[in-house]
Nanobody, 124 residues
Framework: QVQLVESGGGLVQPGGSLRLSCSAS????????MSWVRQAPGKGPEWVSR????????RYADSVKGRFTISRDNAKNTLYLQMNSLKPEDTALYYC?????????????????WGQGTQVTVSS
């Protein structure tokens, strides 16, 4: 059974940091491109970041570039998103997703695997 389980979300003040994790099981994690996608209240989904299968190449949306860092540990089947200098506009439900080819998709239908999401709220 394939599972992607996100964790690490929560309430943080503007300027603060959080690290999201996504634990994968049921598929060969090390063969997949992994992405983070977020959905803010009342807005369309936004692709956030992507990392290649071996972790040597990363891409970021302009809105998070320089503040967020994506990484992975294939030995632990885990994807991470380090989020620094958080802003209220980063408030969203964050999903991890996997696909065998690179994509910047924003919906679950564009990925092979999709998690249940973890909520990040940035507010004072």
């Amino acid at each position: 059974q394939v599972q992607l389980v996100e964790s690490g979300g929560g309430l943080v003040q503007p300027g603060g940091s959080l690290r999201l994790s996504c634990s994968a099981s049921g598929f060969t994690f090390s063969r997949y491109y992994m992405s983070w996608v977020r959905q803010a209240p009342g807005k369309g989904p936004e692709w956030v970041s992507r990392i290649n299968a071996v972790g040597s190449s990363t891409r970021y949306a302009d809105s998070v570039k320089g503040r967020f860092t994506i990484s992975r540990d294939n030995a632990k089947n885990t994807l991470y998103l380090q989020m620094n200098s958080l802003k209220p506009e980063d408030t969203a439900l964050y999903y991890c997703a996997g696909r065998s080819i690179p994509t910047m998709g924003t919906t679950r239908y564009e990925y092979d695997y999709w998690g249940q999401g973890t909520q990040v709220t940035v507010s004072s």
